[in-house]
């Protein structure tokens, strides 16, 4: 089994708590170390004995930067591998099985994880009672909506993905043009498909949990110079991105 570290990035609290909760499930877990990113606000510390979780918080009151945030993140991970999870999906219980699967593969391996929706109905039985997570959500998966951005008709994942952390450094990482998580997935997952070609997709679905909250309100002054860095990029040849119906409005994603 390869080494590997689980790096959760957030600013928001709230989102935490129940993803930690669905990872608590998993078997085996305990193998496996999990970096809590936080950016930002009063330093928040989740105390799960049942988790193997360290906490780093950067005390920053400028706008949150997420390409920065999982950058210092991967530098910290003591593991060969890293998996990016974001704070708002929940694992199913096989999650660790299928994770330590996509590590098995070639050293310039990249395995994404696709992302169902749930609708604002599914997420508020998850929230009140956790248990229907696996009774009732999971049995009945085909009915949310699955999303993965594309390139070329190819798929570059989603934003989250485990991979070798000395391949992702060597590509430079997340681009810290972007603050945005969006543009910031979107931009790293094309310029490895120029560098290795398309990843892998893991055999295991991750549920993203419907929220009102614009997560990207506060970022606006910064989203139009990151949109032009976007365009001057394709340019200068980086191909363009093709957006999939299944996605939603790029690039603020389904909220």
């Known amino acids: 089994m390869a080494s590997n570290t689980i790096i959760i990035p957030f600013r928001r609290t709230s989102e935490v ?5 669905s990872l608590g499930v998993c078997e085996d877990i305990h193998l496996h170390k999990i970096i809590l ?10 105390d799960r004995d049942d988790l193997p979780v360290c906490h780093w918080f950067v005390c920053n009151q400028e706008t949150f930067h997420y390409s920065k945030l999982i950058n210092g993140a991967v530098r ?16 199913p219980f096989d999650f660790v099985i299928r994770l330590e699967e996509a590590q098995c593969g070639p050293h310039y391996r990249r395995c ?8 604002s109905a599914a997420t ?18 085909s009915q949310w909506r699955r999303g993965c951005e594309t390139h070329e008709q190819c798929l570059i994942g989603t934003d989250c993905f485990t991979v070798r952390k000395s391949y992702y450094l060597d590509l430079g990482g997340f681009d810290e043009g972007f603050h945005d998580s969006a543009l910031a997935t979107v931009d790293f997952g094309r310029r490895w498909f120029n560098a290795f070609g398309p990843p892998d997709c893991v055999d295991c679905d991750l549920f993203h949990r419907w929220s009102r909250t614009n997560s990207f ?10 949109r032009c860095l976007l365009v001057e990029k394709e ?7 093709e957006i999939t119906k299944t996605w939603g409005v790029f690039p603020h994603g389904i909220i």
């Open 17 to 21: 708590p129940l993803c930690l909760t």
């Open 37 to 46: 990113a936080q950016h930002g606000g009063p330093a928040v510390e989740f």
């Open 76 to 91: 910290r991970a003591q593991s060969e591998w890293v998996t990016i999870l974001q704070p708002d999906v929940l694992v």
């Open 112 to 119: 994404y994880f696709p992302i169902r929706y749930l609708d």
């Open 124 to 141: 508020q039985r998850v929230e009140t009672r956790f248990n229907s997570f696996y009774e009732q959500i999971i049995p009945r998966k």
């Open 217 to 226: 309100s506060q970022i606006e002054p910064t989203e139009v110079a990151e």
């Open 235 to 241: 340019r200068g040849g980086f191909p363009p991105l």
